[in-house]
């Protein structure tokens, strides 16, 4: 792994568009309307995290404008499918999302109005992700009882007659556009229900490093080219052995090759192509030391218990408000901590216009940053 990048210096540059050639400084934000993010006590997976929830919602203007009679598509984190237990407790307390998260969140959007809701994740299986959930324990059954319920693994075509080709609006880091699934295309409201968690290549993986994982494997990943393709995102990370690969909007000028430029700008081009309307970050319970078990020569991972609930409906200042809490500054410059070997995403969002991560320019309501603080350190 290359750690060799330097911090860049200077004065500020003109644009995002010029800052996406390599710099990254640390600019203030435009002045405008402050961004409301939750910060919710909830200390176990039982009844309270919907009251919890609820609580979230109703503290940023509630859901039921943003979701009434619409189809509503919720991005979860398996991080693949290797559900046994990690640390001698289920997958879904340490890194992976969590069935009652899932479960609380649905009552909640049907009880707002929701007409349909979609649960999509790109898993490294060729199984539905139906049978992906019931092998990771959730009772299906229970979930699809709560309404029209649908769910769709989306690492390639699924049930789409053809990959939708969203724009990135800014023009893009790495990608000028990306081919995705039909799910993210044919919705009207996009969630995504994070883990608090550390990341060794991001720095912290939380809503907006969650849609990393919206590219399809088919497209994206070290198998591109096949539609049975279940291999990870290895071209995204880094082009050295896939030469012949021709990745669907890649630009001709995004020359970085170090997965700590790549990650971070293809981060901030997938929420700009998919805009995430409702930012959701499970602290109830995770880890340190990384985003999962084979993370572990990063740090001494620890179970963590930082019982929160997070909530924003802009993703940049919500995951800000959630780095905060792990104890550290969101708007960190280059090759600082937790960003230790190269950008910090937010930083870039911040640039690319997509919200702030200053928490001066946060509203931040329920609890505050320092009363939630739990460093990760």
């Excluded at 029209?148 to 789409?160: M, Y």
């Excluded at 880094?238 to 970085?256: N, Q």
């Excluded at 020569?297 to 809490?325: C, E, M």
Aim: glycine share 10%; net charge positive; hydrophobic share 40%.
């Amino acid at each position: 792994m290359r750690l060799g990048a330097t911090l860049a210096v200077g004065a500020p540059l003109a644009g995002p568009w010029s800052r996406a050639l390599g710099q990254q400084n640390v600019i203030s934000p435009k002045p405008g309307a402050k961004a409301a993010v939750a910060i919710v006590s909830c200390k176990t997976y039982g009844p309270e995290v919907k009251t919890a929830l609820r609580q979230c919602f109703d503290l940023i203007g509630g859901v039921e404008n943003l979701v009434r009679n619409k189809t509503v598509t919720i991005k979860i984190n398996l991080t693949g499918t290797n559900f046994r237990r990690f640390m001698d407790r289920p997958v879904g307390e340490t890194y992976m999302t969590h069935s009652a998260t899932v479960m609380a969140l649905l009552a909640l959007l049907f009880d707002a109005g929701a007409a349909r809701i979609r649960l999509v994740e790109s898993t490294q299986a060729q199984a539905t992700l139906q049978d992906s959930l019931s092998d990771a324990g959730w009772d299906v059954n229970a979930l699809t009882a709560l309404g029209k319920v649908e769910c769709e693994n989306t690492r390639n075509l699924g049930d789409g007659k053809s990959y939708a080709t969203l724009p990135v609006p800014f023009g893009g880091y790495m990608f000028s556009s990306l081919q995705l699934n039909h799910s993210y295309h044919d919705t009207d409201v996009m969630i995504s229900l994070a883990k608090l968690k550390r990341h060794v290549t991001a720095g912290i993986t939380l809503s907006m490093k969650n849609l990393f994982g919206i590219t399809p494997n088919s497209l994206y990943g070290a198998e591109a080219g096949s539609e049975k393709a279940i291999e990870g995102r290895e071209p995204l990370h880094s082009p050295d052995g896939f030469a012949k690969l021709k990745l669907p909007g890649l630009k001709a000028d995004a020359t970085w090759r170090d997965p700590f430029s790549r990650v971070p700008r293809i981060v901030v081009d997938a929420c700009a192509a998919r805009p995430i309307d409702l930012a959701i970050i499970d602290g109830i319970t995770a880890m340190t030391g990384g985003e999962g078990p084979w993370a572990a020569q990063a740090a001494q991972i620890k179970f963590t218990t930082p019982g929160l609930l997070i909530a924003g409906r802009n993703a940049v200042s919500t995951d800000a408000v959630g780095a905060a809490i792990m104890g550290y500054d969101p708007r960190a410059a280059r090759l600082q901590h937790p960003f230790d070997y190269g950008d910090n995403f937010l930083l870039l969002a911040e640039q690319a216009g997509l919200g702030s991560a200053d928490l001066a320019q946060i509203d931040v309501r329920g609890l505050s940053v320092q009363k939630a603080r739990y460093p990760y350190d």
